[in-house]
């Protein structure tokens, strides 16, 4: 009778205690609120953030120091007021425990107040205005800044036969740090800026300040236009005959995108551009990275929005598990900042002080590889501090 007791007791503990665990699972669910732009101009920013994302979760499992990792997808069509809505509803109604994503600069900024409001990280995987990360000292950031890549380019044309420059950027964040931080370093390095051109960020018509870069003749024309925007300038630039009237096209690696450069055609061969991520980086590392992406996303190639989407992840699942699962936004920051691990890009770390992302800038030109157009690096900077901070 007392052994038959025993085992009662012991399997009615069993259940209470299984049944208790089901429901602190379900308490302890660790969500992650990822605001992106899943239509609109932007919406291959999206697609490649949350596809990288999801690769993540699936290599690296759904359960991280006993928690059950949520991801709410939410589409903010690159709008600010969007923004601010959705990072509102996701902190205070689903109460997230890290909002992530922020496909452009506007986004991410009008998020910040509310990150800092709440003490919620805010984890910021493309937008990449070098002043971003001061907004709130609750942002962290696994992109890039414009200053970080532009310098770069701005130390190499010169030395390569390019003394004369007419710039050609989209006109908000990103591309005024872009014009300046580019412009500065190869004046520095002798070369002459002939003109500074912007042009809108929505729906833009290339033609009218192509034609005046045509007229002004430089040896090169210096574009950064935001991911999706390339192929469109790329065209436009080609169809005047920009490259046969003698004026080389140098850009940051936005413009020449992986997630549109094989369509590009061979016109884009031979364009020089800086940048962090390159999906042909020849690190195992990579290459493990691109097979499995493209493996769950058959016709896609990754960019360096999924990369930043990917490495955020890895910040985010790496700072839960050194709170042992406890989370907790002060905690869960101050985990993030002094990361350092190796990405697809190459390796990198999170600035403790700025919470920027430090890493290597790539010199790539874009080159065929087995009937498909990839950027080939040929040089690299090592570990790139954002030029941007003071
Ligand atoms: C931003 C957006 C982009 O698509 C990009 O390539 C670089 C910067 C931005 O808005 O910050």
């Not at 205005?129 to 701005?154: D, K, N």
């Not at 590009?264 to 195992?284: E, I, K, R, W």
């Not at 090592?382 to 941007?388: C, I, L, M």
């Amino acid at each position: 009778m007392q052994r038959r007791h025993l085992i009662q007791t012991a399997g009615l503990t069993a259940l209470a205690l299984s049944m208790s665990l089901a429901g602190a699972q379900d308490n302890s669910k660790f969500k992650i609120g990822l605001i992106l732009p899943m239509t609109g101009q932007q919406a291959s920013t999206g697609r490649q953030i949350e596809a990288a994302a999801r690769l993540y979760m699936a290599q690296n499992g759904d359960t991280v120091a006993g928690r059950k990792i949520e991801l709410i997808v939410k589409d903010d069509v690159a709008t600010p007021d969007v923004t601010k809505r959705l990072a509102q509803e996701l902190i205070v109604n689903d109460k997230v425990n890290v909002i992530a994503g922020f496909g452009v600069t506007p986004a991410a900024l009008a998020a910040a107040p509310l990150a800092t409001q709440s003490k919620t990280p805010q984890v910021v995987m493309a937008a990449a205005t070098s002043s971003i990360t001061e907004a709130s000292p609750y942002i962290v950031r696994s992109s890039f800044t414009l200053p970080q890549v532009s310098v770069a380019m701005g130390d190499w044309a010169p030395k390569n036969g390019v003394k004369t420059v007419v710039t050609l950027v989209a006109d908000y964040g990103p591309g005024n740090d872009a014009e300046k931080f580019f412009s500065e370093r190869f004046q520095l390095n002798g070369g002459k800026v002939i003109e500074k051109l912007r042009v809108p960020l929505r729906n833009p018509d290339f033609a009218p300040f192509l034609q005046k870069v045509r007229d002004a003749k430089p040896d090169a024309l210096f574009v950064f236009v935001p991911s999706g925007a390339g192929a469109a300038v790329m065209k436009q630039f080609l169809e005047r005959g920009m490259d046969k009237a003698g004026i080389k096209m140098i850009a940051t690696g936005d413009v020449t995108d992986d997630d549109q450069l094989n369509d590009m055609g061979d016109g884009a061969l031979g364009v020089v551009t800086s940048h962090h991520y390159s999906a042909a980086h020849p690190s195992p590392a990579n290459k493990k990275f691109v097979e499995a992406f493209q493996k769950a996303n058959p016709k896609m190639r990754p960019n360096f929005m999924a990369v930043g989407g990917y490495d955020g992840m890895r910040v985010i699942y790496e700072a839960l598990k050194a709170t042992k699962g406890q989370g907790g936004g002060d905690a869960l920051l101050a985990a993030m900042k002094g990361q350092i691990f190796e990405s697809p890009r190459g390796p990198v770390y999170i600035d403790a002080q700025t919470r920027d992302i430090v890493q290597d800038v790539y010199l790539r030109k874009v080159e065929k590889k087995d009937g498909q157009l990839y950027n080939v690096e040929f040089d690299v900077i090592k570990g790139v501090k954002d030029p941007g901070k003071k």
